[in-house]
């Protein structure tokens, strides 16, 4: 499969601990996504890296989240002192920037997250 | 980006086509359509982008009015699978620079029916 892929697929944690999720991304994707989802809602942009560079964060990504993308392949999010209003589907997206072509996005199966 | 309006749920029987709308009246010369659907619990799949011409793949037809207002998702010949969730977005034309982050709303939920 070589699709997007994402770990874990399900996580439970006490209020207050940290997780980490990873995103591996489409081999040779330059431009990769993250997005979250509550129930009910469409999934809301979080942050954008192209390549390894960080370009853009959402407001929605408060000072306990941090992602990575070390060396413009796969890409980390972390949540530090989780809280209750953490829990959603945190989604990846990658996609291939070339000129001349337009982008499209795809989505792996997302890491549900449930905070007691 | 310009917004998108979609009814909130619609039926089809199984078997025939399912054509969903979408309305999107302030779009610019320079976004393109684009069609996601979210099968329970997994993340969004691509189905067809458009910018004014109809368009056609392996999963679905984009009808774009000539004004581009508004579109027109058909699946020619829904089957319980197609059970979903669909989204209509407008996103710009790719450029080179910068995010071009997906603005989802709350979709279509389309039932497929035996």
């Known amino acids: 499969d070589t699709g997007v892929s994402q770990d874990p697929r399900h996580k439970i944690t006490k209020r207050g601990q940290n997780v980490t999720f990873r995103c591996d991304p489409i081999?040779?994707?330059?431009?990769l996504y993250w997005y979250r989802q509550t129930l009910g809602q469409g999934p809301e942009f979080l942050t954008y890296?192209?390549?390894?560079?960080?370009?853009?964060k959402s407001r929605l990504l408060s000072d306990r989240f941090s992602a990575e993308r070390p060396k413009g392949s796969f890409s980390t999010l972390e949540i530090q002192r989780t809280e209750q209003g953490d829990s959603a589907m945190y989604l990846c997206?990658?996609?291939?920037?070339?000129?001349?072509?337009?982008?499209?996005?795809?989505f792996g199966p997302g890491t549900r997250l449930l905070v007691l | 980006d310009a917004k998108t309006t979609q009814p909130p749920s619609m039926d089809c029987a199984e078997g025939r086509a399912a054509n969903l709308p979408c309305n999107h009246s302030?779009?610019?010369?320079?976004?393109?359509v684009y069609w996601y659907r979210q099968i329970h619990s997994q993340g969004p799949q691509y189905i067809i982008h458009?910018?004014?011409n109809n368009e056609t793949n392996e999963m679905a037809s984009l009808i774009i009015t000539e004004d581009r207002k508004s579109s027109t998702l058909i699946l020619p010949h829904a089957t319980l699978r197609d059970t979903a969730v669909y989204y209509c977005?407008?996103?710009?034309?790719?450029?080179?620079?910068?995010?071009?982050?997906?603005?989802f709303g709350k979709g279509t939920k389309l039932s497929v029916i035996p």
């Open positions: 302030t779009i610019s010369g320079n976004e393109y």
């Open positions: 997206a990658s996609s291939l920037g070339l000129a001349d072509q337009q982008e499209t996005q795809y």
């Open positions: 458009g910018l004014k």
């Open positions: 081999s040779e994707h330059n431009r």
């Open positions: 977005i407008v996103s710009l034309r790719y450029s080179g620079a910068g995010s071009y982050q997906l603005t």
């Open positions: 890296f192209q390549n390894e560079a960080q370009l853009e």
